[in-house]
């Protein structure tokens, strides 16, 4: 039995088909790929970062920045003889140091990142962007000035591995628009999130909160065992860690002190005793040197009171001899 022929449209249909699929093919597969290039990089992006981690980088950052700004003013206090200088120094430091271990150590995980850009993005307008740092310190400011913008670099670092880059751009926006409205004070270091950030900015951090960044989301039914944990690695931070600055607070009270008026009179009137102590050597010499010559002075005086008692007896014996005279003449 012969098979029925083909119909000329059915293969022209064949053919086309045919044709339709080799071209599609390669469209095919470049759509896959680029398909699995945009979910690879969707993963990337959308890497979580663990609320731990974040403590350890918080925590690191801590110590990073108590070792730039007791760099810093080493560089500003050794062998200055300025006591002004020195004493803005050391509150500057016992303030930012202080404050950065207490942002350190707060519970919220996520605002310990925060407050730390906020600090240390203000500490940076106030003493480096404005220049004040080189007004009070001259050139032994360029150490605090070279850390602090270390600090600042390192500490948005971090926060690029929290929030997304959008949010990066808002939370610095919010805080430069903060400080050009009501900024301008020196004690920057306990300026807080609270303070600084707009209904915007609060929304902003619960949506992070929440996995709309890069930070894992917290589950608070079953965070409740790492809250314990972090509470406890947070009291022994801080206890390791509070020995190293406790002596500059001693320092501060001793410049508190000593930047009295009644305390300066006192220093200057030391100075004036000391001064004297010290031109006491001189002054003794001196009054040696007189007594060794106290003989010859003495000798001196003696031979002229002398001499003169021979002239005053000579003349009142002649004056005795000529009125004696002169009387037994008027006699005779």
């Not at 403590?55 to 050794?78: C, Q, R």
């Not at 240390?120 to 400011?141: E, I």
Request: charged share 25%.
């Amino acid at each position: 039995m012969t098979a029925p022929p083909r119909s000329p449209f059915a293969a022209l249909a064949a053919v086309l088909l045919g044709a339709l699929l080799a071209l599609a093919a390669p469209g095919c597969a470049q759509a896959h790929k680029r398909s699995e290039f945009g979910a690879a990089s969707s993963m990337l992006r959308d890497q979580r970062i663990t609320r731990r981690e974040v403590e350890g980088l918080s925590n690191d950052f801590a110590d990073k920045y108590f070792n730039y700004i007791l760099e810093a003013s080493e560089a500003v206090m050794h062998d200055n003889p300025d006591l002004v200088q020195r004493r803005v120094m050391n509150g500057m430091r016992l303030l930012a140091v202080s404050s950065m271990y207490d942002i350190a150590t707060s519970p919220d995980t996520l605002m310990q990142l925060v407050n730390q850009m906020v600090v240390v993005t203000l500490q940076n307008y106030y003493w480096v962007d404005s220049g004040r740092a080189k007004w009070m310190w001259g050139d032994r400011s360029q150490r605090l000035v070279e850390n602090l913008r270390k600090a600042r670099e390192d500490i948005w670092d971090v926060a690029g591995r929290v929030f997304t880059d959008e949010q990066v751009e808002e939370l610095d926006l919010l805080i430069a628009t903060w400080w050009s409205r009501r900024g301008g004070s020196q004690f920057v270091s306990y300026v807080r999130v609270g303070e600084v950030m707009a209904e915007r900015g609060r929304e902003m951090i619960e949506t992070v909160r929440s996995g709309g960044g890069l930070f894992d989301p917290i589950d608070r039914a079953t965070d409740v065992a790492e809250d314990t944990r972090l509470s406890v690695e947070r009291t022994f931070f801080w206890a390791k860690r509070v020995p190293l600055f406790a002596t500059w607070q001693a320092d501060a009270l001793m410049y508190d002190v000593i930047i009295t008026p009644e305390v300066q009179r006192s220093l200057q009137n030391y100075d004036k005793v000391a001064g004297t102590f010290a031109t006491m050597p001189d002054r003794v010499e001196k009054i040696v040197s007189r007594l060794d010559a106290l003989p010859n002075t003495v000798r001196t005086i003696t031979d002229v009171v002398f001499t003169r008692a021979l002239m005053l007896g000579g003349a009142v014996f002649a004056g005795l001899f000529i009125l004696i005279w002169w009387r037994g003449r008027n006699k005779a």
